[in-house]
C-alpha cells in the first residue's frame, strides 16, 4: 500500500507540512527509515535518529522545527500515541484470512451467519450459534452451542466461545483465547480446610482432607462492544447469572477472569492479572501486570494498580495503589523506604539502649 | 428442562415445603427470577431481593421462614455451596458436543476406542491411544501416541494430551488444556551463572554467559481419577519418571505444574499458580491465585497458601502461609501491621536521641 | 529401542567401566530400576536406593565406588545434569506425529514447503508462508500469512505462528504456544488515569474514565536460531518493528512478552513470567517462576531474579535479585531479617521510652 503525507495527517487528525502529495508505502524507526517511510519521531529524542536514516518525511511533534531537519514533508501532531493509533489501524495489513466460508470450515445447519463473514480453514461453528455481519472467525476457531457474536468482530487463530456466550460487536480475541470455560467451584461436603483457614486467619489448620464437589457453571458469560481479549486468555462462566465484561474493556494475554465476575466499562488489564470469582471491578480500571484479584471484593473506578500488585481488599474509587497486599501507592512508597533505613534503625536503637542502660546486650 | 421442587431437594439432598410438585425450569438469583426459576436465597441478606423477582419457589436456608416470603414452595439446606453443587449438576445442559464419532474428526486405526465415545469435530486421536467408555473427546481435541485415558472424561474443545501421558477416570479438561508438554529442563556445560547465585546467594554473578543444553522429557505424566484442570494450564511432562497429579485434583485456569512435580490427592489450586520442577505437594493442599512454589521443595498435607503466596522454603503439614516469602499467616499480619507502624517508630527514635545525646542529627 | 553401555557413554561424553557390552533399554530412578534400566543416580544419596532396585547398570559419579555396589557396568559422569541431557536426548521417542504431510493437513499453494518436511492432521499453512527442511508442523498448528521458521524445527500441536513473524532455525514450541499476537497497546484521546497515577505517583486520580483506542502492531516479531517456547506462551507483535527474541533462548510455559520487547541470547525464563511493552532484556538474564518485568525498562546481562521477583526499575549488569520491587538479593534478606526481628525492636525502643521520659505511653 502506498499513502501520501496529506492521507497520514488526515487519518491522524493532524497538520501536514511540506510536500503533502509525497507518497510512503510505510512507517520506521528514524534511524532504520528507508526513503519511502515515514520516520516516528515524536519526540526531540528520536528525532537524532533522522539522520542516520534516509527518510523524507516524519511524524513530528507539535512544534517541531521540521525543515531544519533535512525532510521534505512533515506531520506535526498533538498526542503522539493517538497519532500512533490512527497511522497503525490505516496500515494494518491484517492476518490475511481470506474470505469467505473456507471449504474445511465447518458450520452447523441450525447456526445464523451474517452478511460478509469470513469463517477460516478447520473452523466449526456449532448449533444455534449467531454470527454478527462482517465477522472474521479465524482458522480452527471453535464457537459453541447458541454462542453469539455482534457485528465485526475478529476471532483469530484457535479462540473458542464456549456454549450460550453472548458477545457484542467489534470484538476482538487473539490466538487461543477462551470465553465460557467452566468456573473453579467446588465445595467440601463439609467444613473444609480453607474455610478453618479464613475462619481463624492464621492458626495452622487441623480439619481432615475431603474431596472436592463440583458446582457447575449454568450462566455463560456477557461480552459488551468494543472489547478486546489477550491470546490465551480465559473468561469463566458464571454459576447462576452470567459472568460480565463491560463495553470498551481491553484484556491483556494470559489473564483469568472468574465465574462471576463483574467488570464494568473501559477497563484496561495488564498481561497475567487474575480476577478471583465473584468480584465485582468499577469503570476505568486499570490493572498492571500480573495483579491478582480476590474473591468477593470490589475495587472501584479509576482504580490503577501497580504491576504485580495483589488486591486482598475492597479498593475505594479513584485510588492508586501498590504492593501485596495493595495499599495507597504514596503509603507503600513510604513503607519502602523506611524499610531501607531500618539497619541504620536498629543500629541507632543499639546505640540508646547502650547509654541508657549502659547494657550492649542488644541483639 | 423442568424440575419439581421435590425432585430438586432428592438431588440436593434436603428438605422439600409447601407445593412440592410445583415445576420450575431453572435457578436465578432472588431479584431476577422470573416465575418458572427456583430462586437461589440461601442467606437472610439474598432473600432480601425475593420482593423484587417473581419467584413461587426458593432454595432457603436451614430454618428459613418461607411461608413469611410469600414463596408457593421452598428447599431447606444445610451447606448452602453443597446444596448448589447437586442443583447446578442438575441443570447442567453441557457444551452440546453431540454423540458419536463426528465425521471430521479422525482417529488413527491403532488407537482403541471405548463404548459410546464422543469424538468431536476436527479432533485427532492419535496412534495407540485408548479412550475410555463414555468419554467426550471435544472438537478439534489433540490425543497423542499412546496416551490414554480412563471412562467418563470429559475433554472441551482444543485439550492437548501428549504422548504416552495416562489419565484416570472422570478427568474434566478445560478449553486449551495441555498433558504433557516438554519439562523447560536446561544445562550448561559449566558453572552457569544462576549456579553461582544460588550458591553464593546474592553476591553479582561473575560467570560468563553460555548456552543451554536441553533436557529431554522421557517420563510423561500420570493423572488420577476425579481431577480437573483448567483452562490453558499446562502439566510438563516428567524426565524419567512422571510427573504426577493425584486423584480428586482441580486446577483451574492458566497453571503450570512444571516436570518431576508429585501433587498428592484433593488439591485445590486456584488460578495462575506455578509449581517449578520436582516439588513434592501433599494432599488437600490449597493453593490461592497466582501462587508460586519453587523448585525441589516440599509442601505438607493440608497446607493453605492464600493468594499470591511465593513459597520459598519446605512448608509443614497444616500450616496456613500468606506473603513473600510465604510465612505463618499470623507471623505475616503481625509484621505487616508493625510496617504500618515504623514511621511513628522512626519519630519515637529521633526523640530519643535528641533527649539521650541532646542531639538533633537523626536523619 | 536399545543401547549398550559404550554407547550411553559415548553419547554423553563420559567413561564407561564394566561390561560396557551390556543393553538397557531405558533409564529409572534407583529404586525403580529393572535389569534393563540404566539407573540414575549421580550423587551418593541416590545411590542407597540401588539394592530396592534391579539395576546392572547405574550412571554414577566421577569417582564412584561402582564393583561395591553390585553393578555389572557403569557411566561415571562429571557433571550430572550434562550426562542428563545426552542420555535423555538418545532416548528421546518423541511425539509420533509421523512423516509427510498429512491429507487432513491444509497448505496454501503459495507457501514454500522445504525438504523432508511433516505436516500434521489438521495443521493449516497459509500464503506466503516459508517453512525450513525437516522442520515438523504438528497437528492442528496455524501458520500464518507469510511467516517463517528456519530448519529443523518442531512446532508441537496447536501451535500459532501470526503473520509475518520470522524464526531461525531449531526453534522448538510447544502445544499452544502463540508468535505473533497483536500488542496491548492502546491510549485515550486525552490524559488518562494511568498516565496521571504515573505522574504524580501515588495520589489518587481525578481523571475522568475515557475509552481506549487501539494502536495496531505493524511489526511482527524475530526470533533467533535455538529458540524454545512453552506450552500457551505468547510473544506479541512489535508496533512499528517486530518484537526480538535472540539466539539460544528458553521460555517456559504461560510466559508473556510484550509488543518491543528486544530479548538476547541465551535467556533463560522460567513459567508465568511476564515482560511488559518496549523493555530490553540483555544476554544471558534468567528469570525465575512468575518473574515480572515493567515495560520500557532495561535488564542487564547475565541479571538472575529469584521466583516472584517483580523488576520495577533498570537492573544493571550481573545483579542477583529477588523481591517486589526486585533489589539486591543480599539487601533482600537483610532487610526480611530485620523485619522479622521488628517485634522486639518495637518492646526495646518502649522500654527505652519508659527509661527516659518515665512515660510508658508507647502505644
Given at each position: 500500500m502506498s499513502y501520501t503525507i496529506q492521507a497520514i495527517a488526515d487519518a491522524v487528525g493532524a497538520t501536514a507540512a511540506g510536500d503533502t502529495a509525497l507518497i510512503v508505502t510505510g512507517a520506521a524507526e528514524p534511524a532504520s527509515a528507508g526513503p519511502d517511510d515515514i520516520a516516528l519521531a515524536m519526540k526531540p529524542d528520536f528525532a537524532k535518529g533522522l539522520p542516520e536514516g534516509r527518510a523524507r518525511a516524519a511524524m513530528l511533534w507539535e512544534d517541531a522545527d521540521w525543515q531544519s531537519m533535512g525532510l521534505s514533508a512533515a506531520i506535526l501532531v498533538k498526542r503522539p500515541r493517538v497519532a500512533m493509533a490512527g497511522l497503525t489501524r490505516m496500515m494494518d495489513t491484517g492476518q490475511g484470512y481470506g474470505r469467505g466460508i473456507h471449504p474445511t470450515a465447518m458450520i452447523e445447519p441450525s447456526a445464523t451467519i451474517g452478511t460478509d463473514v469470513t469463517v477460516g480453514p478447520m473452523a466449526y461453528i456449532g448449533p444455534g450459534a449467531k454470527i454478527g455481519d462482517n465477522c472474521v472467525i479465524g482458522p480452527q476457531c471453535y464457537i459453541g452451542t447458541d454462542a453469539e457474536i455482534g457485528t465485526d468482530g475478529t476471532l483469530h487463530s484457535g479462540v473458542r466461545l464456549m456454549a450460550r456466550v453472548k458477545i457484542g460487536a467489534r470484538f476482538i480475541a487473539q490466538p487461543g483465547a477462551v470465553v465460557g470455560?467452566?468456573?473453579?467451584s467446588f465445595v467440601t461436603a463439609e467444613v473444609s480446610t480453607v474455610e478453618q483457614a479464613r475462619a481463624s486467619l492464621g492458626g495452622d489448620v487441623t480439619a481432615e482432607g475431603q474431596s472436592w464437589i463440583r458446582i457447575h457453571s449454568l450462566g455463560a458469560v456477557i461480552v459488551g462492544d468494543d472489547v478486546e481479549l489477550g491470546a490465551n486468555s480465559c473468561i469463566d462462566s458464571g454459576t447462576i447469572r452470567p459472568t460480565e465484561v463491560g463495553n470498551g474493556c481491553k484484556i491483556d494475554n494470559l489473564c483469568h477472569v472468574a465465574h462471576n465476575v463483574k467488570i464494568g466499562r473501559d477497563c484496561l488489564f495488564a498481561a497475567l492479572v487474575g480476577v478471583a470469582g465473584s468480584t465485582v471491578i468499577g469503570n476505568n480500571v486499570i490493572l498492571g501486570g500480573q495483579v491478582g484479584v480476590t474473591d468477593n471484593t470490589t475495587v472501584g473506578d479509576n482504580v490503577v494498580a501497580g504491576g504485580g500488585t495483589k488486591i486482598l481488599n475492597k479498593i475505594p474509587a479513584g485510588r492508586v495503589i501498590l504492593g501485596y497486599p495493595g495499599v495507597k501507592m504514596d503509603t507503600h512508597l513510604e513503607t519502602y523506604k523506611l524499610q531501607r533505613r531500618l539497619p541504620r534503625l536498629f543500629e541507632q536503637v543499639a546505640a540508646l539502649q547502650k547509654a541508657v542502660f549502659k547494657s550492649d546486650q542488644n541483639d
Amino acid at each position: 500500500m502506498s499513502y501520501t503525507i496529506q492521507a497520514i495527517a488526515d487519518a491522524v487528525g493532524a497538520t501536514a507540512a511540506g510536500d503533502t502529495a509525497l507518497i510512503v508505502t510505510g512507517a520506521a524507526e528514524p534511524a532504520s527509515a528507508g526513503p519511502d517511510d515515514i520516520a516516528l519521531a515524536m519526540k526531540p529524542d528520536f528525532a537524532k535518529g533522522l539522520p542516520e536514516g534516509r527518510a523524507r518525511a516524519a511524524m513530528l511533534w507539535e512544534d517541531a522545527d521540521w525543515q531544519s531537519m533535512g525532510l521534505s514533508a512533515a506531520i506535526l501532531v498533538k498526542r503522539p500515541r493517538v497519532a500512533m493509533a490512527g497511522l497503525t489501524r490505516m496500515m494494518d495489513t491484517g492476518q490475511g484470512y481470506g474470505r469467505g466460508i473456507h471449504p474445511t470450515a465447518m458450520i452447523e445447519p441450525s447456526a445464523t451467519i451474517g452478511t460478509d463473514v469470513t469463517v477460516g480453514p478447520m473452523a466449526y461453528i456449532g448449533p444455534g450459534a449467531k454470527i454478527g455481519d462482517n465477522c472474521v472467525i479465524g482458522p480452527q476457531c471453535y464457537i459453541g452451542t447458541d454462542a453469539e457474536i455482534g457485528t465485526d468482530g475478529t476471532l483469530h487463530s484457535g479462540v473458542r466461545l464456549m456454549a450460550r456466550v453472548k458477545i457484542g460487536a467489534r470484538f476482538i480475541a487473539q490466538p487461543g483465547a477462551v470465553v465460557g470455560s467452566d468456573g473453579h467451584s467446588f465445595v467440601t461436603a463439609e467444613v473444609s480446610t480453607v474455610e478453618q483457614a479464613r475462619a481463624s486467619l492464621g492458626g495452622d489448620v487441623t480439619a481432615e482432607g475431603q474431596s472436592w464437589i463440583r458446582i457447575h457453571s449454568l450462566g455463560a458469560v456477557i461480552v459488551g462492544d468494543d472489547v478486546e481479549l489477550g491470546a490465551n486468555s480465559c473468561i469463566d462462566s458464571g454459576t447462576i447469572r452470567p459472568t460480565e465484561v463491560g463495553n470498551g474493556c481491553k484484556i491483556d494475554n494470559l489473564c483469568h477472569v472468574a465465574h462471576n465476575v463483574k467488570i464494568g466499562r473501559d477497563c484496561l488489564f495488564a498481561a497475567l492479572v487474575g480476577v478471583a470469582g465473584s468480584t465485582v471491578i468499577g469503570n476505568n480500571v486499570i490493572l498492571g501486570g500480573q495483579v491478582g484479584v480476590t474473591d468477593n471484593t470490589t475495587v472501584g473506578d479509576n482504580v490503577v494498580a501497580g504491576g504485580g500488585t495483589k488486591i486482598l481488599n475492597k479498593i475505594p474509587a479513584g485510588r492508586v495503589i501498590l504492593g501485596y497486599p495493595g495499599v495507597k501507592m504514596d503509603t507503600h512508597l513510604e513503607t519502602y523506604k523506611l524499610q531501607r533505613r531500618l539497619p541504620r534503625l536498629f543500629e541507632q536503637v543499639a546505640a540508646l539502649q547502650k547509654a541508657v542502660f549502659k547494657s550492649d546486650q542488644n541483639d
